[in-house]
């Protein structure tokens, strides 16, 4: 058949449009809900904070006692965060706190700072205004509004949230199943005696972090042997069991390449080619379960690191994330100067790896070569390169960040 390479964002667009969402939903206790995808949108059943309350520590007044600096009013009471005064008799002030809720007869809050003590009574040194330094109730949450929308992975200030309105316990979908396996009869396990010709598996290792980082159950099937057989077998069990495959290497034209017959067998290949570098070989397809299940999505990267790594975070990640329930899974870029020349861009749409400089610019690693994990390392993200676009120094050019692509 003809494998012509597909654009890029078409490809990313068929990807996230075969995507299914998983269903079902767990409830679990909010402190472990960290990096979970929100199933149900949450209503908050109270306003926060629930009364009006101080922002500072200070003194509780009625305006209309206090009309010019020095007024001298009389301390009646003395009200702590956590608990909750009388009414503010005209003529008097309450010493409150960071937190406390102001007693009714009261509209403002001079700080401490501009106030003296003496004995039972203060003097204000400072004309206020109605609602200085009081928080009103609901002021950060209402009663009955949404504080967090399903489809949002929960982060630590997302717990936080719900916390705040009294969720124990959060609503979330079950976590991505993914089958993880390498091919290639050349790879050895680190601690394993390095054979001539042979090189330590990095992608294992690289792949499966990307996969826990983003949440899901990874069940590591290691290296299959190099043959069609294998290849077969290794399909059928891991879509026994799982929403989603992803291998590395075996997804090219070579005679020892058989990840992609092997799924032509157990199931179909949708696409194969992408018209970006690097990665160029990446299939994506559906494996059948064996014992007439639903069967497993697939995504068969390339072999060499860094073709594995870039073509992961581009178009895996948000094809798991969309899985896994998300609404926004697409990276941002950043629109930043090149510190660099690109003299000689590919046809094909590229990913350099590249880093913010010292004074604000883009570098590039030196060497762009798919099988240069240094560059990686060194990087702290990819510059968005269209096909066929030179660059010359001061040029904007897109910057995704590793922040949007490794969480």
């Known amino acids: 058949m003809s494998n012509p390479m597909r654009p890029f964002d078409d490809v990313r667009a068929a990807l996230l449009a075969a995507a299914k969402p998983v269903s079902a939903i767990e409830q679990v206790p909010t402190a472990?809900?960290?990096?979970r995808v929100l199933a149900v949108d949450q209503v908050s059943s109270l306003n926060v904070p629930p009364l009006d309350n101080s922002s500072m520590d200070g003194y509780a007044v009625n305006t209309a006692d206090v009309t010019a600096p020095g007024a001298r009013l009389t301390v009646a009471q003395r009200i702590p965060a956590g608990s909750v005064g009388h009414t503010l008799a005209r003529g008097t002030?309450?010493?409150?706190?960071?937190?406390?809720?102001?007693?009714?007869?009261?509209?403002?809050?001079?700080?401490?700072?501009?106030c003296t003590a003496d004995g039972n009574s203060v003097t204000i040194d400072h004309v206020p205004r109605a609602g200085e330094w009081v928080r009103r109730a609901g002021e950060d949450i209402a009663l009955g509004s949404t504080v967090l929308s399903a489809g949002v992975r929960l982060t630590p200030q997302m717990l936080g949230l719900a916390a705040s309105v009294g969720c124990?316990?959060?609503?979330?979908?079950?976590?991505?199943?993914?089958?993880?396996?390498?091919?290639?009869?050349?790879?050895?396990?680190?601690?394993?005696?390095?054979?001539?010709?042979?090189?330590?598996?990095?992608?294992?290792?690289?792949l499966r972090g990307l996969l826990e980082a983003l949440g899901c159950e990874v069940e590591d099937l290691g290296i299959v042997p190099d043959t069609l057989d294998a290849t077969r077998a290794a399909l059928r069990s891991a879509a026994a069991a799982n929403d989603l495959i992803v291998t590395s290497g075996g997804v090219s034209m070579g005679e020892e390449d058989h990840v992609r017959p092997a799924v032509q067998a157990e199931g179909r290949l949708d696409l194969w080619l992408?018209?970006?570098?690097?990665?160029?070989?990446?299939?994506?397809?559906?494996?059948?379960?064996p014992a007439g299940g639903e069967g497993a999505a697939f995504i068969?990267?390339?072999?060499?690191?860094?073709?594995?790594?870039?073509?992961?975070?581009?178009?895996?990640?948000?094809?798991?994330?969309r899985s896994m329930g998300v609404a926004d899974c697409l990276p941002r870029s950043i629109p930043l100067p090149a510190g660099f020349n690109w003299t000689k861009p590919d046809r094909r749409r590229e990913f350099l790896r590249a880093r913010i400089g010292v004074e604000g610019k883009v570098d590039l690693f030196p060497n762009q070569?798919?099988?240069?994990?240094t560059s990686t390392v060194w990087a702290d993200g990819l510059v968005d390169n269209p096909a066929g676009q030179p660059v010359a120094a001061g040029d904007l050019v897109r910057f995704i960040p590793y922040s949007e692509l490794l969480s």
């Open 369 to 373: 070569g798919p099988g240069v994990l």
């Open 300 to 321: 068969g990267l390339p072999g060499n690191p860094v073709s594995s790594f870039v073509t992961f975070l581009l178009l895996v990640r948000p094809f798991v994330l």
């Open 93 to 114: 002030a309450a010493r409150i706190f960071t937190g406390a809720p102001v007693p009714h007869g009261a509209d403002a809050i001079v700080m401490q700072e501009l």
């Open 168 to 206: 124990a316990t959060l609503p979330v979908f079950r976590r991505l199943k993914v089958a993880l396996f390498s091919t290639g009869d050349e790879l050895v396990m680190p601690g394993e005696p390095l054979p001539p010709g042979a090189i330590y598996n990095s992608n294992r290792y690289v």
């Open 274 to 289: 992408v018209a970006m570098k690097p990665g160029k070989p990446v299939a994506f397809g559906q494996v059948n379960d």
């Open 32 to 35: 472990e809900a960290l990096g």
